[in-house]
T-cell receptor, first 110, second 114 residues
């Protein structure tokens, strides 16, 4: 059974700090990796995706993928209180369904 | 253009009743996904359509759950003989192509079975 694991948190960081969110997955054949943000009572919204080993940067967000270790992370630089949300890691392979982790709650303290 | 829409936004029903949840994907998106999300959990995959056919229904928990997408656009998730444990947010998502493309979520239907 394909699994995606995340620490449930909450992860608390002060405003302006770097928040580091981690995710591990069990299916070595996974090809695509996604980070979603979900505010309380809302549906998930895509932050970014990564397919290749290494880093991918988009504004204040950096996704890091290490397929050998089956590990993907999300770094949020200059964290803002508006970044406080649950961050969901999702994994899939082409033509197959998405598997989501349980999410990590992030709290950015003013 | 319009995003993914879902109706109703909230549904309260009694144990044993039948419910239908509707999803209208982004126009032109061929892949459509249904998920169920309980409080404090990530979305749990139920079923995924590629066009009109169910490409993967392995996530449907039992035969009380069924979904259709007869014209390759709108989809309906049907739950028979509802149980209190079916209470959750049912999320629909669509993507341009299956798998590698990103998916866009609708606002969800909050189902409460009393």
């Amino acid at each position: 059974q394909k699994e995606v694991e995340q620490n449930s948190g909450p992860l608390s960081v002060p405003e302006g700090a770097i928040a580091s969110l981690n995710c591990t997955y069990s299916d070595r054949g996974s090809q695509s990796f996604f980070w979603y943000r979900q505010y309380s009572g809302k549906s998930p919204e895509l932050i970014m995706f990564i397919y290749s080993n290494g880093d991918k940067e988009d504004g204040r967000f950096t996704a890091q993928l290490n397929k050998a270790s089956q590990y993907v992370s999300l770094l949020i630089r200059d964290s803002q209180p508006s970044d406080s949300a649950t961050y969901l890691c999702a994994v899939n392979s082409y033509g197959q369904n998405f598997v989501f982790g349980p999410g990590t709650r992030l709290s950015v303290l003013p | 253009g319009a995003g993914v829409s879902q109706t109703p936004s909230n549904k309260v029903t009694e144990k044993g009743k039948y419910v239908e949840l509707r999803c209208d994907p982004i126009s032109g998106h061929t892949a459509l996904y249904w998920y169920r999300q309980s409080l404090g959990q990530g979305p749990e995959f139920l079923i995924y359509f590629q066009g009109t056919g169910a490409a993967d229904d392995s996530g449907l928990p039992n035969d009380r759950f069924f979904a259709v997408r007869p014209e390759g656009s709108v989809s309906t998730l049907k739950i028979q003989r509802t149980e209190r444990g079916d209470s959750a947010v049912y999320l629909c998502a669509s993507s341009l192509n299956p798998g590698e493309e990103t998916q866009y979520f609708g606002p969800g239907t909050r189902l409460l079975v009393l």
